[in-house]
């Protein structure tokens, strides 16, 4: 893993100065300090990384850069990251199809459909470089159509209501803007030729990217953290996985969830729900008699929890059938889910924070190359025959041939990275789009 130094990525906390979790823990994961900020910073927890990482990396700013990429230099050893090339692009077409527009305001009022006419669908006829006259024909819907596709409002049925009247009033130089804080993430994905095998899992658009020679060779749908729970941008080595793994329960629901329900439901809680309880946290702890606990005292917060409380492996085991490991002190893993039917869903930012897998035999089988086989229903360790990297990022602009789409921003990263890459005191480059900016 030498080839780990050298990353073209920037850190804003390394793992010294990151405030160590107590122990014990459990397992779920705990709250980024809001000292890193993660409209665009990274978090390098693993000991490979902090030492090469730079401390401060500055954020760049890409308006105002020559974007020239074409794909000979894309793959040249160092290079960006196919993600931040494809990006780039996306960002230099947006400029010539959007930004060149007027970026003339359009009062607010009543939604403006076919058949509309009137003083308002002349401005949005002037907004979109058509002329004058014609009123709400079907020239202005498919336009107005094509710019809710790009950027992210609904379908695209060319009524321009209070969302598209309100996203065009933005202006071109707010989705450059965002374009271009998205391109900052990119750029701190790893360049080109410095990994064989990585993982980019994007908890934008809560998906996962393998990575091979460059290569997004698959994907999968994940869960991700909920907008309470986010997961956070950081980067990590994978090293091992648990088959049939334990779900450790940490002190603090020791004291509010699991000794409550103690008191509820009596000592058949454990085996109802296949818990066990050990007498402490260290690798000789044994198994003991929940009826030896002073729950009473745990519950009120008169006694700490010393005792360990673990979910058995199982098909009722939140954790699924393999826990995949990377050493942070956020508490933040891969693991499967017996709960599938969330994939199917939109909205998959429902998780504590740690990331939920689509497909963990199919993801299994790239990290070792084959899924290994557990020799019994108890949980096993498995070291990964080499570390895989994991970069954890938040995009909210896709890139395709097309040019780019918009995505919600769930967690308000992109609010947040505003001020941080964009002063609004600076003045900033935005190509041909001469209007407000966000």
């Keep these: 893993m030498k080839r780990i130094f ?56 890409w308006l105002q850069r020559a974007l020239g990429f074409d794909r000979g230099s894309a793959g040249q050893k160092g290079a960006p990251n196919p993600m931040f090339v494809d990006l780039a692009r996306g960002l230099q077409q947006y400029q010539a199809t959007w930004g060149r527009l007027p ?31 014609g009123g709400y024909d079907e020239g202005l819907l498919q336009n107005v ?20 009247i ?59 953290g909920s907008t309470k729970t986010k997961t956070p941008m950081m980067a990590v080595i994978m090293r091992s996985a648990k088959a049939n793994p334990y ?71 939140s954790m699924g059938n393999m826990k995949f490991e990377m050493p942070n002190d956020y508490g933040i893993y891969l693991h499967d889910t017996p709960h599938k039917e969330l994939f199917a869903q939109d909205d998959r930012w429902l998780s504590n924070g740690c990331v939920r897998l689509q497909d963990y035999r199919r993801f299994a089988s790239w990290v070792f ?9 108890l949980e096993q360790r498995f070291e990964l025959p080499r570390p895989v990297p994991v970069y954890m990022t938040y995009l909210t602009v896709a890139a395709g041939a097309n040019g780019v789409q918009f995505r919600p ?12 890459m964009f002063n609004p005191t600076s003045q900033v480059a935005v190509g041909q789009a001469g209007g407000r900016n966000g």
């Design 6 to 61: 050298h990353l073209a990525l920037g850190a804003a906390a390394l793992l010294s100065t990151v405030p160590l979790a107590a122990v014990p823990r459990g397992d779920e994961p705990i709250a980024v300090p809001g000292s890193i900020r993660q409209g665009i910073d990274f978090v390098y927890v693993d000991p490979q990384m902090n030492s090469v990482a730079r401390r401060h990396q500055r954020p760049r700013n």
């Design 103 to 133: 970026q003339d305001r359009i009062p607010v009022g009543p939604a403006l459909k076919r058949g509309s006419t009137g003083k308002r669908v002349t401005m949005l006829r002037n907004r979109f470089g058509l002329s004058p006259d």
């Design 145 to 164: 159509a094509s710019y809710q596709r790009v950027h992210g409002l609904g379908s695209g049925d060319g009524i321009a209501g209070k969302a598209t």
């Design 166 to 224: 309100a996203s065009l009033n933005n202006g071109a130089s707010y989705y450059a803007r965002r374009i271009a804080i998205n391109m900052e993430r990119a750029y701190r994905l790893p360049t080109t030729r410095t990994f064989d095998h990585y993982v980019v899992v994007d908890s934008g658009a809560a998906e996962a990217f393998l990575f091979d020679r460059d290569r997004p060779v698959d994907s999968m749908r994940v869960v991700v």
């Design 247 to 317: 779900w450790n329960v940490p002190p603090e629901l020791i004291r509010s969830l699991t000794a409550k329900r103690v008191r509820e439901q009596g000592l058949s809680y454990f085996k109802d729900f296949h818990y066990e309880v050990l007498s402490d946290w260290t690798a000789n702890a044994q198994t003991i008699d929940p009826g030896t606990v002073d729950w009473k005292a745990i519950a009120s917060g008169k006694k700490e929890p010393a005792v360990l409380v673990r979910q058995l492996p199982g098909p009722w085991n």
């Design 369 to 377: 190359g084959q899924a290994p086989q557990p020799a019994s229903a």
């Design 409 to 420: 921003d769930p967690y308000g990263f992109d609010a947040l990275a505003m001020p941080q």
